[in-house]
């Protein structure tokens, strides 16, 4: 039911075929003779000019009709097709000819859904969409289908459902453009021999349950979780690999082990009341002994302690 509600607020934005029109010519049509008539029954005195004069006008009124810049007038003869009228002003006989649909030539927009539509995962998803096509054939509009709007906008609904249970959700989401230019030629097909060509689709939402979206969401958490330990494992390597090539240049050069050990201790000890530890093979194979002690003083001078330092 639902579906059937928005099918029914769509179309209702759609043109309307068939609609009473009235002119400023038409209107000038039926005055005319009605006032020439009243001038004949108030000179002669006589009911049957007035008479004559309206049922002349009201004849005259049906003949004189205008179809808008946009518009084209599907004309018949005694229910045989004529021609096509318009725009501007054009005129028909009365009661033998008749204009049995407005053709709107401009872009028109409709709207369409597929809700509840299973994919070819059966996953159920709801897709909303706009379609913007145009007659560029008014007779086979008006000839070849009873209600050229209506039956393009179940065109498009149909053919969006047909694709969605043929494309899987990984590919819905990700491949729109490949999807929308799939839906206006599927449309385009069948609306071609109405007089209707479609110009594109454009897909605007696609909603997923709930369910899947919180799953899809812990998913591409831990596949960024798994890409970033990969880095930081990656960083690792490259870091063990540096200091491989650092303690190779230190192993020859004991001067420079010297300064960098220095350099450590004073990095540590930048912040008052910082706290060093450092591996008893460190202080054995790099010469720390003296350095540690004089950073043991400078570490009691920033404090302040009374304690002879170990």
Do not use: C
């Not at 043109?15 to 010519?25: D, S, T």
């Not at 009661?95 to 994919?119: H, K, N, P």
């Amino acid at each position: 039911m639902p579906n059937m509600q928005n099918l029914v607020q769509n179309r209702s934005n759609l043109p309307a075929p068939i609609a009473p029109r009235v002119n400023f010519v038409a209107a000038l049509a039926f005055i005319a003779p009605v006032a020439l008539g009243a001038l004949a029954t108030l000179i002669t005195l006589n009911p049957v000019g007035a008479i004559v004069g309206v049922l002349l006008g009201f004849l005259l009124a049906q003949s004189p009709k205008i179809a808008r810049q946009w518009e084209r007038a599907v004309v018949l003869r005694l229910g045989k097709f004529i021609g096509l009228r318009g725009p501007g002003l054009f005129w028909i006989i009365p009661f033998v000819d008749s204009i049995s649909t407005w053709i709107d030539q401009r872009v028109i927009t409709t709207g369409f859904a597929a809700e509840e539509t299973l994919t070819s995962d059966t996953v159920p998803v709801n897709v909303d969409a706009v379609l913007f096509w145009v007659v560029y054939d008014p007779e086979k509009a008006a000839l070849e289908v009873q209600n050229y709007p209506q039956a393009v906008s179940w065109a498009a609904q149909t053919a969006l459902r047909d694709i969605i249970g043929r494309t899987s959700l990984s590919d819905l989401l990700r491949g729109r453009e490949r999807i929308e230019d799939e839906l206006q030629k599927l449309i385009d097909e069948r609306s071609n021999p109405w007089g209707v060509t479609v110009q594109s689709v454009e897909m605007r939402d696609v909603i997923i349950p709930a369910a899947l979206q919180d799953a899809m969401s812990r998913e591409a958490q831990a596949a960024r979780e798994k890409a970033a330990r990969v880095i930081l494992a990656e960083a690792e390597v490259e870091i063990a690999a540096r200091f491989a090539h650092a303690a190779e240049s230190y192993r020859d050069n004991p001067t420079a082990l010297h300064l960098r050990a220095m350099n450590m201790l004073y990095e540590g000890l930048k912040e008052k009341g910082a706290l060093m530890l450092v591996p008893s093979s460190a202080v054995e194979s790099m010469g720390m002994g003296g350095l540690l002690g004089a950073a043991a003083l400078r570490q009691q001078s920033l404090t302040g302690s009374k304690e002879t330092p170990e």
